[in-house]
């Protein structure tokens, strides 16, 4: 058995072991460097080789995420890592950077509990940097900070370590004025970043490497030694000395909340149902044996098992063939298949239970945003509120007649899948108006409608629509 099989084994022993799961997400400013930065953690629970970690992208598995160099989906990764002689099960979230696909990174917060802020050591804090830590803050996502991209302190500015050193303060300082003008009260202090207590860590996604004040206490080197490390260029040897992953994932591990002790106070802020029904003591405290509420955050389409719903699984448990409901719909759809995944894989299982980010195929009623239970009369989940609304319109036509039909069908499909996409149709003309959050939102929808799906469009140019 390879290391990747053997890992995913160890990840399915732990779907029921809620103190040892983490469910965690990556976040920045586009190019910051957090599909990178999930690259080396998939690397250090053995899912890549070396070699290819911080320069694959296996989270951008896409095509037009390869062909653009940037994250356009949310992505999903399960993984374990050993700590102090234990297994951990991170389930990993890699979300855009891009501010078109911002509701993608809305939708992905509610499944989460935790997040890793990711700042560039050279840009610093920017418009994206403060719109994801409010997404994560509002749906009560305690935030830890990476400071990326160390490395060009030296190779682009020359900077000295006292003045690197400053640089970091500054980050962190800025990080935190954000994180107490938008947390909720009772995490105003706990919530916040500190270098001191191990909620921050810095170094270079791309070369392997990073560092915080406790590792540097477990390994008994300084930060000068760190910076001597950069300066000579001596990366491989740095990424041997400081491995990002253990820096990380232990970081993870530590000061991010397990998923039966986020529920506990993310249930009542997501769910306005009773909180003494059975079924919300179930998700209060990820009850495995309670009925089943799922919240789905996205809709993949497979080629082979057609429509895939990822999202968190708050309380009960799910196997094939389980009638389940979507709410404000009459009748059961029946699971076909459950699993997780990993980069661009979804890995089969025979269950899946409470506090695990899940992918189920079989709901054909579910789409973004759908509370999903094995219990007809569950209250759903508080609506997710996105940032904006969609901005820039475009005329959308099949190319041929004969794909009208088809046209109309795959336009419900995107709209399903990305509710930030809005089509508003005459069928009696056979024009669309399909509306995004910007031009490249609506371009890569256009290339999905005719590379994925197979229809030939023609669009207008498009257009801004003032609110």
């Known amino acids: 058995m390879g290391r990747k099989e053997d890992n995913i084994k160890r990840a399915t022993a732990l779907f029921t072991k809620l103190e040892q799961i983490r469910n965690i997400g990556t976040a920045a400013h586009i190019d910051h460097g957090k599909t990178t930065l999930s690259d080396n953690l998939i690397f250090g629970a053995g899912m890549m080789s070396e070699d290819l970690a911080g320069k694959q992208l296996m989270l951008d598995f896409d095509e037009q995420e390869s062909a653009r160099g940037i994250t356009i989906n949310a992505a999903n990764a399960s ?18 950077g891009h501010v078109d696909f911002g509701g993608d990174v809305t939708r992905a917060m509610r499944a989460l ?19 994801v830590i409010r997404q994560a803050l509002k749906e009560k996502v305690k935030p830890v900070l990476f400071i990326n991209k160390v490395d060009r302190l ?35 202090k706990e919530w916040m970043v500190d270098a001191q207590a191990g909620t921050v860590a810095f170094g270079s996604a791309y070369h392997n490497w990073a560092t915080s004040l406790p590792f540097m206490a477990k390994k008994n080197v300084n930060f000068k030694q760190i910076y001597e490390f950069m300066e000579k260029e001596q990366r491989r040897e740095l990424a041997q000395a400081a491995p990002l992953h253990e820096v990380l994932l232990d970081m993870i591990v ?31 405290n990820a009850n495995a044996n309670g009925d089943s509420a799922f919240m789905v955050t996205k809709v993949v389409l497979d080629p082979h098992a057609g429509e895939i719903a990822v999202g968190r699984l708050f309380s009960g448990t799910i196997k ?17 298949s459950v699993g997780m995944f990993v980069g661009g894989d979804r890995i089969a299982t025979e ?17 973004s945003g759908s509370t999903i239970s ?50 508003d149709s005459n069928l009696e003309t056979g024009e669309h108006l399909m509306s995004g959050m910007g031009e490249l939102h609506l371009e890569i929808t256009e290339y999905r409608i005719k590379n994925e799906h197979g229809v030939e469009i023609t669009t207008s140019p498009p257009i801004v629509v003032y609110r």
């Open 374 to 423: 094995s219990n007809k009369e569950m209250t759903p989940f508080e609506r997710i509120v996105h940032n904006s609304d969609p901005v820039v319109t475009t005329a959308i036509e099949a190319k041929h007649t004969k794909d009208l039909p088809k046209l109309v069908e795959v336009l419900r499909a995107v709209a399903k899948s990305d509710p930030s996409i809005q089509i």
């Open 154 to 188: 030296i190779a682009e500015l020359q900077v000295t370590p006292e003045d690197m050193m400053q640089r970091f303060g500054k980050i962190i300082t800025e990080v935190n004025k954000l994180i107490v003008r938008m947390v909720p009260e009772e995490f105003k």
């Open 351 to 367: 269950t899946v239970t409470a506090g695990n980010i899940i992918a189920v195929s079989g709901l054909r009623d579910a789409q």
């Open 254 to 284: 530590e000061k991010l909340p397990s998923a039966d002790a986020a529920q506990k106070y993310r249930i009542p802020h997501i769910w306005r149902g009773e909180s003494e029904e059975d079924i919300g003591q179930a998700m209060v």
């Open 113 to 131: 509990d935790g997040v890793i802020i990711v700042v560039c050591a050279v840009e610093g804090i920017m418009p994206q940097t403060e719109t």
């Open 79 to 96: 993984m374990v890592h050993e700590h102090k002689g234990e297994d951990y099960l991170i389930n990993l979230i890699d979300t855009p």
């Open 320 to 336: 094939k063939g389980d009638q389940m409901y979507v709410a404000g719909m009459p009748n059961a759809n029946r699971v076909q």
